[in-house]
Every structure is written in C-alpha cells, then in structure tokens.
C-alpha cells in the first residue's frame, strides 16, 4: 500500500486522535470502520493511539488501511508514551527503537507514513545534556529505521505541556532542522500549557507559524503536523489534563489559529484532542478554516 505522502501530504488535513465517544455511541465497534465514519463527518485524517503500546496485529491494520485508503483518510500514530531519548543507556536506547520499529510498522500497514513521539524527559540530567542526548538518539534511530526498511517513515517530534519535558517549541525546531525528514509536530496545547496560558492573541500564533518557517523553510514548514485541544494547566508544572472545545474557560481558542491557516500555503494535518469529543472538535476546526478562506476569497 502507498503511504499517503507526497501530493496528498499538500492536502490541509483535520482529524481526531482516536475515536471519538459518539463513534461508539453510534454502534461501531471497530477502528475499520473510523474511516467511513470520519468521511461522513467530512474529515480526512486520523491518529492512531499507540500510546500505551503497539498492541495492533498486522491483519487488522492492513484491513484499517485499506478502508483509510477508500475514504481517503490519512492515519499517523503515536508512539508508545515512554520513548525516552534522553537516556543514552544501551539498553535503554535498544528499546526506543523497538517502540519506533512496532510503530513505523503499524503505521506502513495503517497507509501512512507518520510517526509521532515524545522525545523524553530531563529526568537528573540538566537540559542541554538531556537534549544533547535526544538529538544523538534520534540520528541513531533515523539511521536504524533506514537500514530496517523504514526510510520512508517520518519521525515527528512533540511539543510538550510540563517543565520537565524536553519539548518546548525552540528544542523541537532545532531538533528538526538536523535531518530534512523530521516532520515538527506543534501541540498548540502544549504550548499553551507549558506557557501558562501564553497563546492568547492571535500574534502568539502566528510567532509560532513565523519562528517554524524561519527555522525549516517555507516548504517544510507549511505541512507541520499539528495537535489541538483545550487544556487545563497548573501553575506549578503545566499541562494537567485535556479539554474540549465545549470548555470555553479554558484555552487555547482554534478561532484565534483558524485565519491564519487559511492562507493556501499552510497545508498542516490537524489532529484534534479533545477528551471524547475529539471528532465534533476536529470538524470545528476544519469549518472555521474553511470559512476564513471563504472570507479571504470573498
């Protein structure tokens, strides 16, 4: 099966991160039939959840794949949650690349071609050694992907929502830019959190938007892969947990992002988090943007 890469990876995207509670409430019962579901909710893109393992057989993944394919549905996954990079241990670094093999697999079976991780954790190491690490992990498992087979799958770092992961929005760009095929994922929650409420204006995102496009280029930077929700933060930590778009008292708010990707050159996939309702957010999301553009057209 063909990854959808390429001319479809121009294609601006929106879809959930998993499925969403009504897919269930609805009578489903099986991510092969996400798909069609997300077609009828005119979405195209998905994110399977492999967070807690890749525990996803490879029949059942071909068969998710091809229907993605039918409807035209682009899947990435996101790996296993205790990637840790930063730990230079053997041992340790062996089993990081076990997660990002199971994971380049499943995704190839599922027909896409992202791979979504969280590169680690500071742990007791300060933080310039701890990214100094990630960025060494990272180059040894791009090399170690390739000789598996895998050079077409994309690694695509994290954001991230507390202190004390590596993960702000500079390590990300400056982990991007040492290899041409890292795709930066910007977790505009994350951001958020993590600044403690930061992104309240539309000029915070669009210093986002800038600083990614001066560090990767323009035509690296317009297809980002991107994670959206509400979220609830701490002041002590950051992140704490999701929201929905329904929580309005908490941000970030999608329709200060929206006018600003509608411009025809940002072409991101937009994968929504929202605590169950993460399908009805993502199609929000895409309503908006589409609606800009119709202003701008207009």
């Not at 479809?8 to 092969?32: C, D, I, M, W």
């Not at 071609?113 to 969280?118: A, F, G, K, N, P």
């Not at 507390?162 to 290899?179: F, K, N, P, T």
Request: aromatic residues 8%; hydrophobic residues 40%; proline residues 4%.
């Amino acid at each position: 099966m063909t990854p959808l890469n390429t001319a479809q990876a121009r294609v601006l995207r929106f879809g959930p991160a998993g499925n969403s509670a009504s897919f269930y409430a609805q009578g489903h019962k099986h991510t092969e039939q996400a798909p069609a579901w997300l077609r009828g909710m005119a979405l195209n893109a998905m994110e399977y959840s492999a967070g807690h393992g890749v525990n996803l057989k490879e029949d059942t993944a071909r068969r998710i794949g091809e229907a993605a394919r039918v409807h035209g549905v682009a899947f990435s996954i996101h790996a296993p949650y205790y990637v840790n990079l930063s730990n230079p241990a053997p041992e340790r670094y062996e089993r990081n690349v076990g997660y990002l093999l199971d994971s380049a697999r499943a995704v190839r079976h599922l027909g896409g071609d992202r791979v979504v991780l969280h590169v680690g954790s500071c742990a007791k190491a300060e933080p310039a050694e701890a990214l100094s690490n990630v960025l060494d992990g990272l180059r040894r498992a791009r090399r170690d992907l390739t000789d598996a087979g895998f050079g077409g799958i994309r690694l695509c770092p994290e954001t991230m929502g507390r202190d004390s992961q590596i993960g702000d929005l500079d390590a990300i760009l400056r982990i991007c830019e040492q290899d041409e095929s890292f795709v930066p994922v910007i977790d505009f929650a994350h951001l958020h959190a993590r600044s403690r409420g930061g992104l309240r204006a539309a000029e915070d995102f669009a210093l986002i938007l800038r600083r990614l496009t001066e560090a990767l280029g323009e035509e690296r930077a317009r297809s980002f892969h991107a994670h959206f929700c509400r979220i609830e933060y701490t002041a002590k930590s950051g992140e704490k947990r999701h929201r929905t778009f329904a929580d309005a008292q908490f941000g970030p708010d999608f329709s200060l992002l929206a006018p600003l990707l509608a411009d025809a050159r940002w072409t991101p996939t937009l994968i929504c988090e929202s605590s169950g309702t993460q399908a009805e957010d993502a199609r929000a999301m895409r309503d908006m943007v589409l609606a800009a553009r119709e202003g701008i057209c207009s």
